[in-house]
């Protein structure tokens, strides 16, 4: 069986569990409405709609 023959060093443990919060990105859905890549549960930042329902208006080219 493997055993690591020396204990590994602070710099290296935190750079491996550094990488782990590189794995976990956001997973975007399509809005409803537009049709836009849109964070889930949250107001779409294209048109302004969340759960079929027009939550704030949104000006267009701003």
Aim: some cysteine.
């Amino acid at each position: 069986m493997g055993v690591p023959k020396r204990k590994p060093s602070h710099s290296r443990q935190r750079m491996r569990r550094a990488y782990n919060s590189v794995l976990k990105l956001p997973q975007l859905g399509k809005c409803s409405q537009c049709g836009e890549p849109a964070l889930p549960h949250r107001v779409c930042p294209a048109c302004g709609y969340y759960k079929g329902r027009q939550v704030r208006t949104v000006t267009a080219g701003a």
